[in-house]
């Protein structure tokens, strides 16, 4: 019996839209934008991961629910370029490098170490979705952080404990792979998926 191929892609995932592909909830898909919207993807592909609503940047798709499942829970490097609001300090940035606490499902919960790196110059990215309001009236910083775990809204809550809430939060990279030069929205299809 021969297998059936499975199906990888990387997306740009612009803001605004879920990390899933459609919705069961008619009153939801009336207010929401889905995945769905970006491409005609095959019938079992399921995201790799989540982004929130207000994050953007790389998302892996795939039909490998094997494969899908093993990324979750392998440690796999996750690297994000963050806005934040307010000039980070070298203590937060230390602080977010050894874990800090944060709350998940109710419960406090220490993060496990991470690689922050302050970036001097702002990363060349597309512009921001005006909905964000960013540097209305304080200065901001930008900085790079590597994870290799991924609880709700994990970067958005590591900053916010150290002081400085995430404005923008852009991922950048899974394991070996890039998000490049995509533009949001755009979809690649991909041979296998190497992290």
Do not use: C
């Not at 990387?10 to 995945?35: M, V």
């Not at 970006?38 to 994050?55: A, N």
């Not at 829970?73 to 370029?81: F, H, Q």
């Amino acid at each position: 019996m021969a297998l059936t191929p499975h199906f990888h892609y990387k997306i740009y995932k612009p803001f605004g839209i879920l990390s899933q592909l459609i919705s069961n909830d008619a009153k939801e898909a009336r207010n929401k934008r889905f995945l769905g919207e970006l491409h005609s993807f095959p019938e079992d592909i399921m995201p790799v991961g989540r982004l929130d609503e207000k994050s953007e940047g790389l998302l892996l798709l795939t039909t490998d629910g094997k494969l899908s499942d093993n990324i979750n829970r392998m440690g796999i490097e996750k690297e994000y370029y963050v806005q934040l609001d307010g000039e980070i300090t070298q203590d937060a940035m230390e602080n977010l490098k050894n874990g800090v606490e944060i709350g998940f499902h109710g419960k406090k919960y220490i993060t496990k170490p991470s690689k922050p790196q302050y970036l001097k110059v702002s990363p060349t990215l597309f512009e921001p979705n005006p909905k964000l309001r960013i540097g209305r009236h304080r200065p901001t910083s930008w900085i790079s952080i590597t994870i290799t775990e991924g609880k709700f809204r994990q970067v958005r809550k590591m900053t916010a404990a150290v002081g400085f809430p995430t404005l923008r939060l852009i991922r950048v990279r899974i394991g070996n792979v890039n998000l490049g030069n995509l533009a949001p929205g755009a979809v690649v299809p991909l041979k296998e998926i190497f992290l």
